[in-house]
């Protein structure tokens, strides 16, 4: 077990500061993607939480990735010994946490508005996606709604987001966000904004995050055991 310690992050005009209130979980993702480098050049983690708390089989979360294309259902094996992704292959893993299902992949699928609305029939769905590029999304999806979708880099202020309270552990996350400019800001304090949000750890936020709100948790030994594997076309499937 990884011991909780308390978080900091830079402060800068125009973000919040302060604890938040997974600055624990932060600091075991943050441990996490510096132990296991090759997370932080790009991943996509996401949750789906049944509505009627009955996990979804299999077959059920394969034919909602793939949506109306062909798929393929695979033996659980270790991440190195799944290829890369092929635009006829492209692998994600499955894995279960009580009810809720667990998706983990290295592109972009669960972060696809229309994979996030098909997963999210009779369920809540949350996603972490980035690249190497810094690309990134948190995305929330509910009901067949594709409810949120925030990049980490240009957040925007709480109430730019309509569905925000359908996430209220995310709401909670203050820091997160950025506060109103104040009127008096200068071109030199907005240079000095931006330079503070480039130092946010939003990875580890996001994975905290999705901790927080579903309970399951990434860990090095996760990423280490076999898993059960699904195939989808690309990008058939996000169509």
């Not at 400019?181 to 949000?197: H, I, K, S, Y």
């Amino acid at each position: 077990m990884i011991s909780a310690i308390r978080s900091r992050r830079a402060k800068g005009p125009g973000l919040n500061t302060g604890q938040p209130p997974t600055a624990d979980l932060r600091e075991h993702y943050r441990r996490l993607i510096s132990s296991t480098q090759w997370l932080g050049v790009g991943m996509c983690w996401t949750a789906v939480v049944p509505d009627d708390g009955r996990a979804l089989t299999l077959d059920h979360v394969a034919a909602r990735l793939a949506g109306n294309t062909p798929y393929r259902l695979h033996e659980p094996a270790p991440l190195d010994a799944i290829g890369p992704p092929e635009r006829d292959a492209y692998p994600v893993l499955v894995d279960q946490c009580g009810s809720t299902t667990l998706l983990f992949e290295w592109g972009y699928l669960g972060a696809s508005p229309a994979v996030l609305r098909r997963l999210s029939e009779g369920a809540r769905v949350y996603s972490a996606w980035w690249n190497v590029n810094a690309s990134n999304l948190l995305s929330f999806a509910a009901g067949g709604e594709h409810v949120l979708a925030i990049d980490a880099l240009f957040p925007g202020q709480q109430e730019d987001h309509a569905g925000l309270a359908r996430w209220p552990e995310l709401q909670a996350m203050t820091d997160f966000f950025a506060e109103p400019p104040p009127e008096d800001l200068d071109e030199d304090e907005d240079e000095d904004d931006l330079d503070a949000r480039a130092d946010y750890d939003w990875r580890a936020a996001f994975l905290a995050v999705i901790d927080r709100t579903t309970g399951a948790r990434l860990t090095g030994e996760w990423l280490e055991q076999p898993h059960p594997y699904v195939t989808v076309r690309m990008p058939d499937a996000i169509r």
